[in-house]
């Protein structure tokens, strides 16, 4: 059974900084894309940056380009989420998800393509 676990998140002025976690179980990250997908109230669910299995291919929303970075400690199962620059905007449930995959390609930002999620973390920005 594949868990994804997400931590990290809270409250943040505007300008600063959070690293969320997603630490996985029953499922190998060195075959797996992982992305961060993220949902404020009222809104549907929208990609924010997704890694390929090879940690070379990583895929952003132009919102949260030169801002956030996306990475994976394969070794630790867990990918990351670096926030900096936070604005009120960025504030929603932040989700973890990934699919397995071993292709050469960029990783998908739909959220169809995604099997396996977490139960998501409250990121507050406030102004």
């Known amino acids: 059974q594949v868990q994804l676990v997400e931590s990290g998140g809270g409250l943040v002025q505007a300008g600063g900084s959070l690293r969320l976690s997603c630490a996985a179980s029953?499922?190998?990250?060195?075959?797996?894309?992982m992305g961060w997908f993220r949902q404020a109230p009222g809104k549907e669910r929208d990609f924010v940056a997704a890694?390929?299995?090879?940690?070379?291919?990583?895929r952003y929303a132009d919102s949260v380009k030169g801002r956030f970075t996306i990475s994976r400690d394969n070794n630790k199962n867990t990918a990351y989420l670096q926030m900096n620059s936070l604005k009120p905007e960025d504030s929603a449930v932040y989700y973890c998800?990934?699919?397995?995959?071993?292709?050469?390609?960029?990783?998908?930002?739909?959220?169809?393509?995604?099997?396996?999620w977490g139960q998501g973390t409250q990121v507050t920005v406030s102004s």
């Open positions: 890694v390929n299995w090879n940690i070379v291919n990583t």
């Open positions: 029953g499922l190998t990250l060195s075959n797996a894309a």
């Open positions: 998800a990934g699919y397995k995959a071993t292709g050469w390609g960029t990783p998908s930002q739909s959220t169809l393509s995604y099997d396996y």
